[in-house]
């Protein structure tokens, strides 16, 4: 899944939390599946975030584009 739809997955998950409609079993549930759609929220923003700073300026003000090499744990 991607990130955008993980993130409403997570404030769906959030909204149901905040209902108090919900049995505790439930509730438990819900913040288990949401603990790890957080964590994979975490991973793609810290992977686009690398990402990002393969571009960086030179000393002297110029624009240099570095290509971007993936880490072996991804």
């Known amino acids: 899944m991607g990130f955008e739809e993980n993130l409403k ?3 769906k998950i959030v909204e149901d ?9 439930k509730s438990i549930e ?5 603990v790890k759609l957080a964590d994979s929220c975490i991973k793609s923003l810290d992977s686009m975030r690398k ?3 393969v571009i ?3 000393k002297d ?14």
Request: hydrophobic content about 25%; aromatic content about 6%.
């Open 51 to 53: 990402k990002i700073e």
């Open 17 to 25: 939390l905040h209902s108090e409609k919900i049995s505790l079993e």
């Open 61 to 74: 003000g110029k624009v240099k584009i570095k290509p971007f090499e993936k880490e072996n744990n991804e």
């Open 9 to 11: 997955k997570l404030e």
């Open 30 to 34: 819900k913040f288990e599946d949401g």
């Open 56 to 58: 960086s300026k030179t």
